[in-house]
């Protein structure tokens, strides 16, 4: 069992505290003091390329956005500026034993059009914190090289002194503007660019339900209307007729009732809402063409919304292991870890699902991204097939007063309507 697969350390914290922080400085000259004395020597040559880069950025960019290409060169020159101070934590990292974690990549690619994802660079914070690093260290190069090329000629015994409180405030500078602040800035992008993946999806969706009304139930109550008429027409010169078409009539009303559920319990099935995830999931599993055994251990039921996110991430893995893995058994298992809700859906067929295979999975994984969700494919060539879901608990109780849907006040609003 996977008892965690959201597992990070804080920002900045890779290492413990005590990590990346060097011996006391001594009047010996050792390699952290060589290296230290490497560093400040180089400070001037890079923050000097790095402040003509950020003045030259800034300067066309901003002069240029009174033209169509200005903010497309602030934005590029922002993603420079990303790079810039992925290159000074290698270096800090090197040299100084500067462990800080990389910042989340913004998510330009997939959907979400060229505006949205220019207003999302635009407004990188990683990016504009690289500017102000290198907006400052130019000054401060200067001080360090000089300070640091004049001791190894003048203060030489002191020097390993001298360079470890000049790195030392390096150090600092690259832990305040070049780590990430804390994890919640590393998912504000993410979450930006997966909220317009589920705009997009819910409304394919809405046309999915529009379509099977209008091309199902619609329909077949539009025939039933006419059979009717037609029956109440023959009613009097040719009952048999009438008779027949009313039975006729009857069946027409039962495939709509039919359809009807089918579509309803692809919105969200009764039986979900009603019973919860152990019950629907044991339904959608009678429906697969393999055996499939369900485990589902729940003291309590997640939020609704949660629920219903992991009845149709089963649903469809279930799906597709009936279209395309070739599988004698399946099997479904549900729990809780901590605040997560895991699933885990594996069979023992043919393998090589992949997220990029065209099988829905790259939804699933989207889906789930969209609510601080992780989704993992281990499929490897001739099987088994494991596919792992988590999602964030998130307490019912809470979500159910928020939204006024409890089991209770659900009831009283329903028992009169049946």
Not at 144 to 155: D, N, R
Not at 250 to 261: I, S
Not at 365 to 371: C, K, N, P, Q
Request: glycine content about 10%.
């Amino acid at each position: 069992m996977i008892e965690h697969l959201a597992t990070s350390l804080p920002a900045g914290t890779a290492g413990g505290a005590d990590g990346d922080r060097p011996p006391p400085a001594r009047l010996a000259f050792d390699r952290h003091t060589w290296k230290e004395i490497a560093h400040l020597l180089a400070n001037f040559p890079a923050s000097l390329l790095g402040f003509v880069y950020v003045s030259t950025m800034l300067f066309v960019g901003v002069g240029l956005t009174v033209t169509v290409i200005g903010l497309p060169l602030l934005a590029a020159g922002l993603l420079g500026a990303r790079q810039l101070g992925k290159l000074e934590r290698a270096r800090a990292r090197a040299l100084l034993g500067v462990r800080v974690e990389e910042p989340s990549p913004l998510p330009l690619h997939g959907g979400g059009g060229f505006f949205p994802q220019l207003w999302m660079a635009l407004k990188d914070p990683v990016g504009w914190r690289a500017v102000l690093y290198d907006f400052m260290r130019l000054p401060w190069g200067v001080v360090t090289f000089v300070i640091t090329l004049t001791s190894l000629f003048v203060l030489w015994p002191v020097l390993p002194f001298i360079a470890r409180g000049l790195a030392n405030a390096d150090r600092a500078m690259v832990r305040a503007l070049l780590s990430p602040s804390d994890e919640l800035e590393r998912r504000i992008a993410e979450l930006e660019s997966d909220r317009g993946v589920v705009v997009d999806t819910a409304a394919a969706d809405l046309r999915r339900i529009e379509r099977d009304l209008h091309d199902g139930a619609q329909a077949r109550l539009v025939n039933l209307a006419m059979g009717l008429g037609l029956a109440k027409e023959k009613l009097l010169e040719d009952p048999d007729a009438a008779a027949a078409m009313v039975d006729e009539a009857h069946g027409e009303v039962k495939l709509a009732l039919q359809e009807l559920r089918d579509l309803a319990r692809g919105i969200h099935p009764a039986v979900l809402t009603d019973r919860g995830l152990d019950a629907a999931l044991s339904s959608v599993a009678s429906r697969c063409t393999v055996p499939v055994r369900v485990a589902v251990d729940l003291a309590e039921r997640p939020a609704p919304a949660i629920e219903g996110i992991a009845y149709f991430t089963v649903s469809e893995l279930l799906q597709n292991v009936s279209k395309h893995s070739g599988a004698r058994s399946a099997s479904v298992e549900v729990w809780r870890s901590s605040d997560r809700l895991l699933i885990q859906v594996g069979d023992d067929g043919r393998g090589g699902a992949r997220l990029d295979a065209g099988t829905g999975m790259k939804g699933l994984a989207d889906r789930l991204s969209a609510v601080d969700g992780l989704f993992v494919v281990d499929s490897p060539e001739g099987g088994p097939t494991a596919i792992t879901a988590e999602l964030p608990w998130r307490d019912r109780t809470a979500a159910d007063a928020a939204t006024g849907t409890s089991d209770a006040g659900h009831a009283r609003r329903t028992s009169g309507t049946r």
